[in-house]
């Protein structure tokens, strides 16, 4: 594995590219300047699980979903010795756990945005 020129790992650099900057998870837009470095490299399956750390594991992802998918598996505990579970069926469990997280959210942001307007 090598870096290039801007000093990111290679494998990272045309994830970056192959996902167009666009968090896969929530859509976040990395293309614009101000929120491109709130993107960040996603191990769908978490180097903890030994997930490897290679161009097919890994999702564009912005700094919350990265956040709230943490160490989840989308391989499930059944799943882990099961193979044929291709890119595509890991990233939309990723994408469902995330999704569920992302939402548990909304309670206290609207909490928090309510007492801003009411101070
Ligand atoms: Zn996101």
């Not at 491109?36 to 594991?57: F, M, V």
């Not at 160490?71 to 990723?94: C, I, M, V, W, Y």
């Amino acid at each position: 594995m090598k870096k290039n020129e801007f000093g990111y790992w290679e494998h990272h650099w045309k994830a970056y590219i192959r996902d167009k900057c666009i968090c896969v998870y929530c859509g976040f837009d990395g293309t614009i300047f101000e929120n491109w470095r709130q993107l960040s490299i996603d191990h769908i399956i978490p180097e903890k699980e030994d997930g490897e750390d290679s161009l097919n594991n890994i999702a564009v992802a912005c700094r919350r979903c990265n956040d709230n998918k943490g160490d989840f598996d989308p391989r499930g505990k059944a799943g882990k010795l099961n193979l044929s579970l291709t890119r595509e069926n890991l990233l939309a469990k990723a994408k469902e756990s995330t999704e569920q997280k992302n939402e548990k959210e909304l309670p206290a942001f609207k909490a928090m945005m309510k007492e801003i307007k009411e101070q």
